[in-house]
């Protein structure tokens, strides 16, 4: 989970297999976002789930959102070498104006 | 597509000194602009966040005296870091969003700063 006092995260996977990787928030939000970073780069937004939708699926991707306890994931399937990267959730309060990232799920695809 | 340019992608200044990081966006509006910092462990924190023909909110801990922002319009916006020192240190991203768009943030590639 990416909130809370936890540090970055870390997982590592073979190639092909699938991932999940979960997040939990604090505060009532309409919007869960999902980005990814890769080394040198700024966050990239990959994929964004809303408070009436329960499940998102972009290609590989399938992200989920339980409003009820304030959790969402992000699943991969048949990881491959280029989804290393670090993955963040980010939430979006109706009415704010800004995001608010969790710490982060480095994701290692080994070969 | 919607693209942001930050600039530079790193600086190194000695402590005391004062160095300042501009975001571009491209094919699409800057309506707001967010400055965050980035530590090496990899957390955010919100410096600011500016909208056009707003007042720019400075979160707690982060002072328009140690970190002015100028967001003249639609497409541009910068920050400087005044009087670096070494808890200054990090990655420098802007995040810019069209509110008339999708909800999407757009970052630059982030303006890493080493303080000497």
């Known amino acids: 989970s990416q909130w809370g006092e936890e540090n970055l995260q870390a997982l590592s996977i073979q190639e092909g297999e699938d991932v999940t990787m979960n997040c939990s928030y604090k505060?009532?939000?309409?919007?869960v976002h999902w980005y990814r970073q890769d080394s040198g780069r700024g966050p990239a937004l990959i994929i964004l789930?809303?408070?009436?939708?329960r499940e998102k699926r972009s290609g590989r991707l399938r992200a989920t959102l339980d409003t009820s306890s304030q959790s969402s994931s992000l699943s991969i399937t048949a990881a491959q070498c280029e989804d290393t990267a670090v993955y963040f959730c980010?939430?979006?309060?109706?009415?704010?104006?800004?995001?608010?990232f969790g710490k982060g799920t480095q994701l290692i695809i080994q070969p | 597509g919607a693209l942001v340019y930050q600039y530079p992608r790193r600086t190194i200044c000695k402590s005391g000194t004062s160095m300042r990081m501009e975001c571009q966006a491209v094919?699409?509006?800057?309506?707001?602009v967010a400055w965050y910092r980035q530590s090496p462990q990899k957390t955010f924190e919100l410096i600011a966040l500016?909208?056009?023909?707003?007042?720019?909110?400075?979160e707690q801990n982060f002072t328009q005296e140690k970190f002015p922002i100028s967001h003249p319009n639609l497409s541009f916006s910068s920050m400087t870091v005044l009087n670096a020192y070494l808890e200054d240190r990090g990655l420098y991203l802007c995040?810019?969003?069209?509110?008339?768009?999708?909800?999407?943030?757009?970052f630059g590639s982030g303006t890493r700063l080493t303080v000497l």
């Open positions: 980010a939430t979006d309060q109706e009415g704010a104006d800004r995001l608010t």
């Open positions: 789930i809303r408070s009436n939708e």
């Open positions: 500016s909208t056009v023909n707003s007042a720019i909110k400075y």
């Open positions: 094919g699409f509006q800057a309506t707001s």
């Open positions: 505060t009532y939000t309409t919007v």
């Open positions: 995040g810019a969003r069209d509110w008339g768009g999708a909800e999407t943030l757009y």
